[in-house]
């Protein structure tokens, strides 16, 4: 259980004896307590010690005490304030709250409603700090549950990286640029993390795939090809039983879909083609391209960054693309080694 949240309690009132009063009975509920008998007071006596709450008349001489509850929270802006006033016809309940008070209570009063008031006030701070520590906790489980499926994915695209060591960092590197990508045209942080995520198996397919084929040296047959084709869907078979917080087998799957319908292995079209996916293949050729393949040497990423811009709105999204080429032509991007 948490401590006491109130413990120092400063009254403020310019009538001596109801501040007198107020001071010895909190005194004997064992909070500690001091008094002003003004807003200026108050004040210079808030710069000075540390309160839990302050107990104040509303009309007063020199600033009234909405004045002063507005002035300290400029200081302290989660200081408590019940504002106390024998005016109650020219202060509603609804005005003093809004203005930022904690509670409200109408001169006389009984001093059990009083600590009634700060039954409550500690009731909604208690509860405020237990949830605070369930969020802490799940923040905690939620961190450790995101570095157990980053450690998963990780040993997944190593895996891959064994059997066909022409592409080891391929992934990583599509990963990176498909990154930026997103960045550059603002997509929020959490989807970009699932873009990473993605980016980093979405090869993991080809685990299926015979090794000879992968790193053979020559023009594949049409077999073998529809071997290579059909690694998204291979991919999508593996990673759709997991629960990941993005839709990771729908972006592999959908990794090579183009878009005028020329790509596989569904023929997807324009928007009906994920976002993340759209990414994800613009950043996949470029990497592609640039790079050392067993059967051609790199084309570089002169040739790459000129195939996706001459294919912009026919087999690759346009806005996409022009994020791609101002990320290297404007911003000096370069590709992870």
């Known amino acids: 259980m948490a401590e006491p949240h109130i413990k120092q309690i400063l009254v403020v009132d310019d009538e001596v004896g109801f501040r007198t009063i107020t001071q010895q009975f909190l005194l004997k509920m064992g909070y ?8 200026p007071e108050a004040l210079e006596i808030l710069k000075k010690q540390h309160f839990d709450l302050v107990l104040s008349d509303i009309r007063m001489r020199e600033k009234d005490g909405v004045q002063l509850m ?16 024998s005016f109650a016809s020219e202060y509603s ?27 409550r006030i500690e009731r909604e701070k ?15 489980s939620f961190t450790h549950l995101r570095r157990t499926m980053e450690g998963i994915v990780r040993a997944m695209a190593l895996t891959l990286e064994m059997r066909d060591p022409y592409t080891a960092g391929h992934q990583r590197r599509v990963a ?10 603002g997509l929020d942080g959490d989807r ?24 053979k040296p020559s023009r594949l047959t049409d077999f073998e090809f529809g071997m290579i084709k059909f690694h998204p869907a291979a991919g999508h078979h593996i990673l759709k039983t997991i629960e990941f917080p993005w839709p990771i087998a729908e972006i ?13 292995p569904q023929g997807l079209r324009g928007q009906n083609i994920l976002l993340e996916a759209r990414i994800l293949t613009v950043a996949d050729v470029v990497e592609a391209m640039a790079s050392h393949r067993p059967y051609r040497p790199a084309l570089g990423l002169d040739q790459s960054l000129e195939e996706i811009y ?12 022009d994020a791609c080429l101002k990320l290297f032509k404007e911003k000096n991007y370069a590709l992870e080694i």
């Open 32 to 39: 500690g307590s001091e008094v002003a008998a003004s807003a």
């Open 70 to 85: 507005k002035e300290a929270k400029e200081i302290y802006p989660h200081l408590d304030f019940i504002m106390m006033t």
């Open 93 to 119: 309940y609804s005005d003093v709250i809004q203005a930022g008070a904690t509670d409200y209570i109408c001169k006389p009063f009984e001093m059990g409603e009083i600590k009634a008031k700060f039954e």
């Open 126 to 140: 208690n509860l405020l700090w237990e949830l605070q520590q369930v969020n802490r906790q799940l923040t905690r």
């Open 176 to 185: 990176g640029l498909a990154c930026a990508i997103a960045k550059e045209m």
């Open 192 to 215: 970009i993390e699932g873009i990473r995520m993605a980016g980093l198996i979405h090869d993991l397919g080809k685990i299926q795939i015979p090794a000879e084929i992968l790193s």
């Open 252 to 264: 592999v799957l959908q990794h090579h879909e183009k878009m005028n319908g020329s790509g596989y």
């Open 310 to 321: 001459i294919n912009r709105d026919v087999l690759f999204d346009t806005d996409v693309v």
